[in-house]
Structure formats: structure tokens, C-alpha cells
T-cell receptor, first 113, second 113 residues
Framework: DVKVTQSSRYLVKRTGEKVFLECVQD?????MFWYRQDPGLGLRLIYF???????EKGDIPEGYSVSREKKERFSLILESASTNQTSMYLC????????????FGPGTRLTVT | AQSVTQLDSQVPVFEEAPVELRCNYS??????LFWYVQYPNQGLQLLLK??????LVKGINGFEAEFNKSQTSFHLRKPSVHISDTAEYFC???????????FGKGTTLSVSS
């Protein structure tokens, strides 16, 4: 069974802390994505990556960075967490041969206090 | 620029009733269209997709959608819903392989007995 796993289901951090959200996929997919999901706003793309060490900004990259050192792992970094980054964060992966068919992890609900 | 509009934020229905979740998109070029479903406390999973060919697309769990180019719509339908269909449904579009998915804001389907 294919899987995208995220390091935490729930996370509570303080304002100003550096936060790492980890995502691992076991499908050998080239493409990986980070979204945030907020009520009434749907999913908004933060960053995506087509390959190792490559990254592209999505619609809302401000306040975030990413790292992709290995094909299976895509990390989202909040350099200095703020309360407006309290959200559900979803990771996804896909193959370039089946564009649009994204496999999602269960999500990390991050609360910044 | 592409955009996706899901016309209903919430759709309450009774079990065994038919349902239609509406989705309109705006794009001046050909598009690929998708419906994703998110069950409570889970990530998203692909329900169905339209890439080309027949405008009536069948997906998992008895859902189907019809691509209507003249009305720029991709409405999701099911003739008889179950309690287990209670979830949030997202319509998404991209205009070519290699571009990111644009998601709608979601429609919450609530099925009651």
C-alpha cells in the first residue's frame, strides 16, 4: 500500500520557534508538495519540488522554506513561527507520468501559541 | 489565471438521496480536472479525474462527474448517498502537466439518516 507519512499529527509550538515538518513517501515519486488547509480557504500551495534539491514557490511561500535532500523526503520549515501559521499542513507526492494524481499524507495540525 | 469555484460550501442530504456538488472553473486553455475527497481526520484522496476523451467520468464509491466545456463545469454526482460519504470534497484543475493543481475551497457533504 502506497504511503505518504508526516512526522506528527499534532504539534504545538511557541511564537518565534523554528519548526520542522517532515514528509516521507515510499512511491519513488519525483514531485512533492506542501499545502496548508484552512477552513473556508481550501488548500493553498506553499512550495513544491520536482526533484532532489529543486524547489518552486507556490501561492503562499512567505514565512516558509523547504528542503529536499533525498527523493523520498520533503521538509517544510517555519523559520520563526507566528500565530497566523496555525493551520493544518498537508504533504503530497505525485509521479510526473500521472500529473494531478497526488497522494496525500494525513496532515499535521500545527498550533502556534 | 486559472481559478476554481465550488458553488456550495455545505450540502446536507438524507441517506439514499441523490446529490450534486457543483464546480466551475475558469481557464482560457484546455484543462485537466479532478475531484478529491477528504474523510474526517484524513488526508485527501483522488475520487476521479478528467484528462481527455469521454466527458462522463466514473470514480470510486459510485461517484461520477461530467465535464461540460461550454459551461466550464465539472459537477460531481452520486445517485444515492450513504452515511459514509460524509466528507469534504475538493474540485481541482490544472491546465497542463507540469503545472500545479489549483484547488477550490471545498464542499462539505453531510449525510444524515
Amino acid at each position: 500500500d502506497v504511503k505518504v507519512t508526516q512526522s506528527s499529527r499534532y504539534l504545538v509550538k511557541r511564537t518565534g520557534e523554528k519548526v520542522f515538518l517532515e514528509c516521507v513517501q515510499d512511491m519513488d515519486h519525483e514531485n512533492m508538495f506542501w499545502y496548508r488547509q484552512d477552513p473556508g480557504l481550501g488548500l493553498r500551495l506553499i512550495y513544491f519540488s520536482y526533484d532532489v534539491k529543486m524547489k518552486e514557490k507556490g501561492d503562499i511561500p512567505e514565512g516558509y522554506s523547504v528542503s529536499r535532500e533525498k527523493k523520498e523526503r520533503f521538509s517544510l520549515i517555519l523559520e520563526s513561527a507566528s500565530t497566523n501559521q496555525t493551520s493544518m499542513y498537508l504533504c503530497a507526492s505525485s509521479s510526473p507520468l500521472r500529473w494531478g494524481e497526488q497522494y496525500f499524507g494525513p496532515g499535521t495540525r500545527l498550533t502556534v501559541t | 489565471a486559472q481559478s476554481v469555484t465550488q458553488l456550495d460550501s455545505q450540502v446536507p442530504v438524507f441517506e439514499e438521496a441523490p446529490v450534486e456538488l457543483r464546480c466551475n472553473y475558469s481557464s482560457s486553455v484546455s484543462v485537466y480536472l479532478f475531484w478529491y475527497v477528504q474523510y474526517p481526520n484524513q488526508g485527501l484522496q483522488l475520487l476521479l479525474k478528467y484528462l481527455s476523451g469521454s466527458t462522463l467520468v466514473k470514480g470510486i464509491n459510485g461517484f461520477e462527474a461530467e465535464f461540460n466545456k461550454s459551461q466550464t463545469s465539472f459537477h460531481l454526482r452520486k445517485p444515492s448517498v450513504h452515511i459514509s460519504d460524509t466528507a469534504e470534497y475538493f474540485c481541482a484543475v490544472c491546465h497542463q502537466a507540469g503545472t500545479a493543481l489549483i484547488f477550490g475551497k471545498g464542499t462539505t457533504l453531510s449525510v444524515s439518516s
